[in-house]
């Protein structure tokens, strides 16, 4: 994105003032700010709030954003994951600063820091089991309890440090522990653990380390050795704030970063917990990290959201201290937003009916003038072929209408959207008593939907051509959740059964087939959809994207 696209986008807030003063009252010469995934799953709506906010404030006060890995657990992190979080971030519209940095980059030189600390005799090895650590740290309103190796040597605490990084102990026997606080109000305060023994192959370093630093004793550091001025974070870290100023304080680190935390993305209908979608893959509710029912940005991608609606979605939401909970309908109404002036028009029908037009002559087509865009003259007309066998949608048509149907009905004349009016007056059904065609007549006086003597009809209707449409599977996605709040401790329970629903018998327009495009069209009258990875060219695979009904712009009073 451009400098001038970022500066329309990004909204004001806090963290942005705080920006502005630092550089008002000189602090900083430039702004650096860092987007650290830690490489163990794929991105989702949640961190785009994130990315929007580090690269915008970056880009936006001619800064820079630094990519960063926090790839300090070697048994969770895969490459695919790794490639997944940069083509998202591109994909989003953002560009990091040179090439991507990893927490493993800064090994080295936080063990040495880690050493540095235990010879100050504020850092010790504990031989404690995680459990014990756990049970002994205390609770909100009582204090930990020290260590029973809190106190060793310093030389003990430093040879043991060493045979750890060398391997000599099994994973879990000891750990290295900030001596700080027991007693103190923070518990992360309460001599946290900063680095364990974990032999496992790593991506990147390979088998060098048997010992891997803590995301807390990492975090911190790492920014302070890239030059991060505005650490961002969610306001889950806030509590973890103290130490991460505290280990600043006690190492010999190049720069002082300031760490600040917003609130997270929550939206209805949505789960977010990283726990929650690696299960929701693993257990096959979904057919992958990019099932377009999931809310990670390969999902919506797929699905055909554009990266220019979430960006908007995320300005519309801002940047807060507090906690709260988005409607969905708002990311919604962004989606429908930005499609409505973007996407080309075409005719699909989803579930087709058969129509004769009895009075059209036979083996005959005419190609009709199509609108590309209703709001766009610019986007020009494309040609549609008509002829005597046609297909509308079945649930156009009843037989015995109620009172307000408008649409075809035995003895109603319609109009078929760029062509002409017709009426049926006959239904043939099958064995079962299913209505399998409609036996219709046409005006060819009324070609291009208007009838010269003036005579007007209540609906308009689109269609395709028998002979000329293409068939096609459409994917019509709904929410993956039943509840708006979803209960993440039992997830499975609040699964929508009907999160998917798959037309195998649908018809689309020649164009749209034979189109390798990965542009989302608006089919009229039914929503927005997708060329999905799964086409073939004799079976296109079309996802919906959004359907064209906004309750959430209706509640607003916004347009739809």
């Avoid at 079962?432 to 005579?455: K, S």
């Avoid at 087939?513 to 073939?536: H, L, M, P």
């Avoid at 296109?540 to 916004?558: C, H, M, Q, S, Y």
Wanted: net charge neutral; proline share 6%; charged share 30%.
């Amino acid at each position: 994105m451009t400098t001038e696209t970022v500066a329309a986008e990004a909204g004001r807030d806090f963290i942005r003032d705080i920006v502005q003063a630092d550089l008002d009252a000189g602090r900083h010469k430039q702004i650096v700010t860092r987007f650290p995934p830690e490489p163990n799953g794929y991105l989702h709506i949640g961190h785009a709030k994130s990315i929007a906010l580090n690269f915008g404030i970056a880009q936006e006060f001619a800064g820079r954003c630094n990519l960063r890995f926090d790839d300090t657990n070697p048994t969770k992190e895969e490459q695919e994951y790794i490639d997944s979080i940069q083509a998202d971030v591109r994909w989003l519209g953002y560009h990091w600063a040179g090439e991507p940095l990893y927490a493993s980059d800064y090994f080295e030189r936080l063990y040495e820091w880690a050493e540095g600390l235990v010879r100050a005799g504020l850092a010790y090895i504990d031989d404690q089991s995680q459990e014990q650590i756990r049970a002994s740290r205390g609770t909100l309103t009582e204090p930990g309890k020290d260590s029973p190796f809190r106190e060793r040597p310093v030389a003990e605490n430093l040879d043991l440090f060493r045979r750890m990084k060398a391997g000599e102990f099994a994973n879990g026997a000891r750990v290295l522990r900030a001596k700080i606080d027991m007693a103190s109000g923070n518990i992360n305060l309460r001599d946290p653990v900063l680095y364990r023994i974990l032999h496992a192959h790593h991506p990147r370093t390979g088998d060098k380390w048997s010992i891997y630093p803590s995301y807390d004793y990492a975090h911190g550091q790492s920014d302070a050795i890239e030059g991060i001025t505005h650490s961002i974070c969610t306001l889950e870290f806030e509590d973890h704030r103290p130490l991460y100023d505290w280990l600043l304080d006690k190492l010999p680190v190049p720069s002082r970063p300031h760490q600040y935390e917003f609130a997270r993305l929550n939206l209805t209908y949505t789960l977010l917990s990283k726990r929650v979608l690696t299960e929701l893959v693993r257990s096959g509710h979904v057919s992958g990290w990019d099932d377009p029912r999931m809310p990670t940005i390969a999902g919506l991608k797929r699905r055909g959201v554009p990266p220019a609606a979430i960006r908007e979605f995320v300005k519309r939401i801002g940047v807060a201290k507090a906690n709260s909970v988005v409607d969905v309908g708002m990311l919604e109404f962004c989606i429908r937003e930005e499609l409505n002036r973007t996407a080309l028009r075409r005719m699909a029908v989803l579930r087709p009916l058969k129509v004769v037009i009895e009075n059209y002559p036979e083996r005959q087509l005419e190609e009709l003038d199509a609108v590309n865009h209703p709001d766009d003259p610019a986007r020009g007309t494309r040609k549609v072929a008509f002829g005597r066998e046609l297909y509308i949608e079945r649930d156009d048509f009843m037989e015995n209408p109620p009172k307000k149907f408008f649409r075809l009905s035995p003895g109603n004349e319609v109009r078929l959207r760029y062509a002409y009016f017709i009426k049926c007056h006959d239904v043939v059904k099958d064995a079962a008593g299913e209505v399998v065609e409609l036996r219709c007549t046409y005006d060819p006086a009324t070609r291009g939907g208007n009838a010269p003597d003036g005579r007007k009809v209540k609906a308009t209707m689109h269609w395709l051509s028998a002979a000329q449409s293409r068939p096609a599977e459409i994917r019509l996605y709904h929410q993956l959740f039943a509840k708006p709040n979803p209960d993440a401790t039992n997830f499975a329970g609040d699964l929508n059964p009907q999160s998917l629903e798959i037309l195998t018998d649908a018809r689309v327009e020649p164009a749209i087939a034979d189109a390798n495009s990965s542009d989302v069209v608006q089919f009229e009258r039914q929503g927005y959809f997708v060329r999905d990875s799964d086409s073939t060219p004799q079976r296109p695979v079309f996802n919906r994207t959004i359907g064209l009904r906004d309750t959430f712009a209706k509640e607003v009073g916004g347009k739809g």
